[in-house]
């Protein structure tokens, strides 16, 4: 028995370790954090200088934001790497909670040094603090699965928490006041969490506290994870070690598809100054050609590899590698949201409610505001009651952050109040998805255990349909728009209803997609599976900047609507492939459902 562990069960709040609700209330400012500067960013580029914006084509804006959310992504690798073999995990969430507040700080101020800078330090920060967190919560629950679902559920509210508040309130504040205040108050609660942490960290004992390997070199952590043969019980046991000539493919793909993703934007940006690919062949641009030339060989990696495994291990590899395939283009579409959507939102949508329609809206966002912010706070008292004779500092920063928090909330709802009109922030729909994925995740989780559950490339199946419906919505409700229109009063009920299905559809591919990929492959390639996970999720995000790059050339020469129907398009066509891929993958999973 382990009694580091056990100690941790000793003080409870809601069923679980007090423990659990230092890292709920770390998480929710990180993402609050998070979110509510990501909801502003595309806005602040593209808002005219009279408006105190950069001023930018859309389509620049949309190229860096894909980068800086792509890196986001790919940086959880190293920061995963750094927490296991050099600093330790409970180290790596304070440097990356650190580099984060920093990080926020820069774009506070708003010059392009620093807006430059500030989105390197939140990367890295978010590299270092991203993956750490769940491993944490990970090693508390060993030994206690019974109770793990519960606590990453728990978890996970603390997440949607904070992206929900810090849209809404960091959103507002950017759009409203200042693009500062927005971008700074992100930061001040990034800071808080930062500290509630630092000095609550002796709850978790010995947890995370040391790194569990040292002096090993990088690449081969990375791979390690499939070379190791401490595995027994194994269904594939086969060993199929990287050799050095597939090191080198792996190094040049990464390469080329980082100089790729860094050289989208500041190509440019730049108007073609800097150029990491200055030349064409056969009509195609220097970038173009660089990464295909990445996918490429990563392509002829997967054939090299996958026939050395034993059958079933290489089926079920096939079945991730398709999985990995649907899941770039269902977040190529899905995080249209803080881009193209959001966009759309300011630029197309009447956002102005007048008479009842107004008055209703403030009572509705009064609502939406003030009920999850009097839950957490409850949640918050129960923490209180459990550890401020041993954690005080941490305690009393946590209790700060919640009076400025409620003075912010209610200072906002009440000068909403005193308009006689009502005027919804552009980024005001990104809070949406957090409010349905609290209301839904129930029904959702209670659907996957029941006898209904589909098979899981069914799930990505109804899950691109879904999106595929959102788009198809949104399409319809673009479709008076002619070509060329810069603004528009399309109805507030078609991103409504746009954000209602997305949530559906990832509420289907989402907390499902890491599960599978645990299940189809053995324990000894875990790790180096979900680096290609959340490389396929990189990708997505980037792809995600790429398409709304798009949006602005065909909604010049053929109307908004036309850049929705082809995304609806692209998501019907993988749904339908999904779904007529039933009986192939089910044979390729050999018993996983």
């Known amino acids: 028995m382990n009694t580091d562990i056990e100690n941790l069960f000793k003080d409870k709040v809601l069923g679980h370790p007090a423990g659990l609700f230092v890292l709920f209330f770390t998480e929710m400012w990180e993402r609050f954090s998070y979110y509510g500067m990501r909801a502003l960013l595309v806005l602040f580029f593209t808002a005219s200088l009279l408006d105190d914006g950069w001023g930018w084509p859309k389509e620049w804006a949309f190229a860096i934001f894909g980068t800086y959310t792509s890196l986001v992504y790919l940086s959880t690798m190293v920061g995963g790497y750094f927490a296991d073999n050099v600093i330790g995990i409970r180290k790596a969430v304070v440097v990356g909670a650190l580099l984060m507040t920093l990080g926020h700080a820069c774009m506070a101020v708003e010059t392009s040094f620093f807006i430059y800078m500030g989105l390197g330090l939140l990367v890295i920060g978010s590299g270092f603090f991203k993956p750490n967190m769940t491993s944490i919560i990970s090693e508390m629950y060993e030994g206690k699965s019974e109770k793990k679902d519960g606590a990453y559920t728990i978890f996970y509210m603390g997440v949607n928490a904070g992206a929900f508040l810090g849209i809404l309130l960091c959103g507002y504040l950017g759009e409203k006041i200042g693009w500062s205040w927005g971008f700074g108050v992100a930061g001040i609660f990034m800071l808080f969490g930062l500290l509630q942490f630092r000095f609550a960290q002796g709850i978790f004992g010995e947890i995370g506290k040391e790194p569990k390997n040292k002096n090993e070199d990088v690449l081969d952590v990375v791979l390690s994870s499939e070379d190791s043969v401490n595995d027994i019980n194994e269904i594939d046991s086969k060993r199929n070690p990287f050799t050095g000539f597939q090191k080198v493919l792996i190094i040049i793909s990464s390469i080329l598809g980082l100089l790729w993703i860094f050289n989208d934007p500041i190509s440019k940006i730049s108007e073609g100054e800097y150029n990491v690919f200055p030349f064409e062949l056969a009509g195609y641009s220097g970038s173009t050609i660089a990464i295909v030339i990445a996918f ?298």
């Open 296 to 593: 490429l060989i990563f392509i002829l990696l997967l054939i090299i590899r996958i026939p050395k495994y034993t059958p079933v291990l290489r089926d079920r590899m096939l079945a991730v590698i398709f999985f990995a395939f649907v899941t770039i283009f269902f977040w190529a579409i899905f995080e249209q949201s803080p881009s193209s959507l959001t966009v759309f939102a300011r630029d197309y949508t009447d956002r102005v409610l007048v008479g009842s329609a107004g008055i209703i809206f403030k009572i509705v966002n009064s609502l939406m505001t003030l009920i999850p912010l009097g839950i957490i706070t409850w949640v918050l008292y129960l923490l209180f009651q459990k550890t401020f004779a041993k954690y005080k500092w941490s305690n009393i920063f946590l209790a700060l952050s919640f009076i400025i928090i409620w003075i912010i909330a209610i200072g906002m709802l009440a000068k909403e109040f005193e308009k006689n009109t009502a005027e919804i922030p552009a980024s005001w729909f990104s809070v949406l998805n957090s409010l349905y994925i609290i209301t839904l995740a129930p029904l959702f989780s209670k659907w996957w255990e029941s006898k209904y559950n589909p098979n899981a490339n069914m799930k990505w199946a109804i899950g691109m349909a879904l999106l595929g419906l959102g788009m198809a919505v949104i399409a319809i409700g673009a479709g008076g728009i002619e070509p060329g229109a810069k603004t528009a009063s399309v109805s507030i009920i078609w991103l409504i209803l746009v954000y209602l299905f997305h949530t559906m559809g990832e509420l289907c591919v989402s907390p499902v997609a890491l599960s599978y990929v645990s299940k189809l492959v053995p324990a000894r390639m875990i790790a180096f599976m979900f680096g290609i996970w959340y490389l396929a999720v990189a990708i997505g995000m980037k792809l995600a900047g790429v398409f709304a790059e798009s949006s602005e050339a065909i909604a010049n020469e053929k109307g908004i609507s036309s850049f929705f129907w082809i995304l609806t398009a692209v998501s019907l066509a993988l749904a339908v492939l999904s779904a007529a891929l039933y009986p192939v993958i089910k044979k390729l999973m050999h018993g996983v459902r």
